[in-house]
Each structure stands twice: as C-alpha cells, then as structure tokens.
C-alpha cells in the first residue's frame, strides 16, 4: 500500500500516530521525518517530501508529537525535551518492527530534535535538517508580547500558525536550557543542511552555525526564495530530489528484484495534493518522475502530461529497436533521434475510419532523424522497422486494462 496508518507508544505512553510512506518495491533504506513546531505529519510540505521520497525507494515514518495532530496526550505537558523523547520511541518502533531509521530528517524545530536525538539512533548514517534553528530556544521568538505573560503566570494561549495553543513557563525554561552545540560536534554521521536565505521565520544565520559547528562529512544547499513552510509544490520536490540524491551515498545499493517473465516492474503513481494535478511516479521504487497538466487544466506544469508520456514511450521503444536491429544487421548507423507529436484527429482523417465517423482519433507523428553512411535501401528497411517496435503495436491494437481497487485497510 502506498501509506500504511501505524500507532506506537510516545515517551509517556500516550499513543502517537504516524504515516508510513512506502516505495512499490522493496525499500532500499527507512528515514524518519519529524514535523516543524506545532505542526503535523500532515503538513503539505511534509507529505510531499515524504511521498517523493517512497518514489525514490525510500519509506519515510512521520508521526505526530504528544498532543498535536492524530496522537494523543496534551501539548501543553510538552517541550523539546518531550519531543527528543517521541522522536527516540519512534526510531525505537520502527525498529522493532520495520527497520531502524538510517535517514533522519527534520523540519525546523523538529530538525533541532533529530540532532538531539541523532546520538541516540546508532543505525541512523545521515541527518537532514530544513529550516532548522541551531538553538531551540529560537522558537521563543514567535511567542511575541506572550512570552512575558507565559514567565510571570506560568502559562498563556498563543496563536501560533491560525491554531491557538497553550505554552508553559516549563515548555520556555526547557528549550532555554537546551542546547545543540555538544550534539552537533560530536554527531558522527553526515548532516545536510537545507535552509532559505529568505526565511523570515528562522534566519539563514541558523543555517551557518549549525553548518560550522558539525564535522565532516557535512553539506549546505539553498533553498533559494523559499518559505519556512515550503509552501509551493516545487520547493518541496526539489528538497526531495536533493535528499534522495544526497543520501544515496550513505545508503547500501538496493538489488534488483527478481520478476515474473514478461513482467517489467510496477508503475506507482501518487498524486500530489487532491487541489492540484501533479503526480509522483515511480517504477519499483526507482526512476523517480512527475506529471502533470498545463496551468489552463488546473496543473502546474511541473513535468510531462500523460500523453507526452506516451509520445516518450513510443520514440524510446523506437530508438532502441532500430539500434538493435542495426546492431544485429551490422548498419553503419551511428545515431538516432526520434521526435513524436501527439494530436487528436477526426477518425473520418485516419486510415482505419469508418465513412461519415465524427469520433475522434489519437494520432501520433513519429519522425526520424537517421545519421551514418547507409544506402537508400537500408534506410528505408529501418522506416519499416520503427513500425515494428511492441509500443507501436501496442498502440496500434486494443489492449486489455483490469482495474482493482485495493482499500487502505486491507
């Protein structure tokens, strides 16, 4: 299943719900994603990561902390502290029934509790921080004119985000005394810092001090114009595609599932968010792609529409039956180049069309660009050939398409 609904004990015992986002293979790794402050395993940002990564063969478990989102418990009893701990029994879960964590990565608050908590993971090969502060007592600047009302009468109700929370004079003396420069310089596992020189909620200042107070192996890349939340789609996907390419290095090479005959594997696609048209696709955990629309049919124009996917199937298949063919036939040809356009056509302008038919037709112009010192004849047999490839004929001839629905709960 794409997402599995999970629940473990937190670090008093109160049920925490969690997400787990799974590749269509086996995984090649387990990362673990801790949420930003106050938010939730639901966050757009969060989800969109996490999906673009079981894209790219690796599951992701994010879960809510003790009183926020799904899990149970009262946030006002929480602090950073408390958070470390959840994050702790989290890793410990996953390991007792799935597989430790060797990726842990964190969202702003939550990045300051992986790296707290980091030590406490031996599995974990890498930690990856978003928007994080290198101190957890920054999260008391977005306490405002309450701070001074949380210090003298021990507690107030802040609005944080929309959604009002209750926020403890312990919660504020616990991130004050916490302190992440001890963890970091004794880390011992590869950091990559992900951070917006335009975050206007945590300074790209933070980004540096956490970056230099780490040892090596560590990195840094930008966000560029970038929000604290990563609102936009695309910013989420590029700091998926950075992560999953950045932490292939510190991850064992997964091998290749065997099979069936004739069985090339399983196309997962996912979809984005249900307000817009992009979709997550993958092939057995690997080759992450997107699609989507153009602006004008409520898409994004992120990546390639479905039939410009089809256009790719058929000029790919195209290309690599003619170079085998020449291959077999020892042709001088030495490249290939093959543009396909796609369009829909009256059936009365094809070839196959019934007399007076006003259905309409795909048609699909196929057109090749053939370099080497070939002879006319040759050049026409390989014309021939393009005709003769199995995703032209597939395309030529009905095919049968069994659709299954496969419940969550199942």
């Known amino acids: 299943m794409p997402i599995e609904k999970i629940a473990f004990p937190g670090h008093d015992g109160q049920t925490l719900a969690a997400r787990l986002d799974r590749p269509p293979g086996r995984p090649r790794a387990y990362a673990l994603f801790t949420h930003c402050f106050t938010c939730s395993k639901d966050l757009a940002a969060?989800?969109?990561?996490?999906?673009?990564?079981?894209?790219?063969?690796?599951?992701?478990?994010?879960?809510?902390?003790?009183?926020?989102?799904?899990?149970?418990?009262?946030?006002?009893?929480?602090?950073?502290?408390?958070?470390?701990?959840?994050?702790?029994?989290?890793?410990?879960?996953?390991?007792?029934?799935?597989?430790?964590p060797a990726i842990l990565i964190g969202h702003s608050l939550g990045g300051a509790a992986t790296i707290a908590a980091a030590g406490r993971?031996?599995?974990?090969?890498?930690?990856?921080?978003?928007?994080?502060?290198?101190?957890?007592?920054?999260?008391?600047?977005?306490?405002?004119?309450?701070?001074?009302?949380?210090?003298?009468?021990?507690?107030?109700?802040?609005?944080?985000?929309?959604?009002?929370?209750?926020?403890?004079?312990d919660f504020v003396e616990d991130v004050r005394e916490a302190s992440l420069r001890a963890a970091l310089a004794d880390l011992r596992k590869a950091l990559l810092v992900l951070h917006a020189p335009r975050d206007e909620t945590v300074g790209i200042e933070n980004a540096s001090a956490i970056f230099l107070a780490a040892k090596h192996p560590k990195s840094f890349v930008t966000l560029d114009d970038a929000d604290h939340l990563l609102t936009r789609a695309e910013d989420a996907e590029y700091a998926a595609s950075v992560i999953a390419a950045w932490s292939s290095?510190?991850?064992?090479?997964?091998?290749?599932?065997?099979?069936?005959?004739?069985?090339?594997?399983?196309?997962?696609?996912?979809?984005?968010?249900?307000l817009?048209?992009?979709q997550h696709v993958s092939v057995d955990g690997r080759y992450p792609l997107i699609a989507d629309e153009p602006r004008a049919l409520g898409g994004s124009e992120l990546g390639p529409t479905p039939y410009q996917y089809l256009s790719v199937a058929l000029g790919a298949c195209t290309a690599m039956t003619l170079r085998m063919y020449a291959r077999r036939k020892k042709l001088a040809l030495e490249s290939v180049v093959v543009d396909v356009g796609h369009d829909k056509v009256h059936a009365a302008d094809s070839a196959d069309a019934e007399a007076g038919s006003h259905r309409r037709a795909d048609r699909f112009v196929r057109r090749l660009r053939l370099t080497g010192d070939l002879t006319p004849a040759e050049r026409a047999r390989l014309v021939e050939i393009a005709d003769m490839c199995p995703v032209h004929r597939t395309l030529e001839h009905a095919s049968v398409i069994e659709t299954v629905e496969e419940r969550e709960d199942e």
């Open 249 to 274: 290095r510190y991850l064992p090479p997964l091998p290749p599932e065997k099979t069936a005959a004739g069985h090339e594997g399983v196309v997962r696609v996912s979809e984005d968010s249900p």
């Open 121 to 169: 993971i031996p599995e974990a090969k890498a930690v990856v921080t978003i928007g994080a502060p290198s101190e957890p007592a920054h999260v008391t600047h977005n306490l405002g004119a309450s701070l001074e009302t949380i210090e003298r009468e021990g507690s107030a109700r802040v609005s944080l985000a929309g959604r009002d929370f209750t926020i403890t004079r």
């Open 46 to 100: 969060v989800r969109r990561i996490a999906a673009a990564l079981a894209d790219s063969g690796i599951a992701v478990l994010r879960f809510d902390f003790t009183g926020l989102g799904h899990s149970q418990g009262e946030f006002a009893n929480t602090s950073f502290t408390t958070n470390v701990a959840d994050l702790v029994c989290a890793a410990d879960h996953m390991r007792a029934t799935l597989e430790a």
């Open 276 to 278: 817009g048209l992009l």
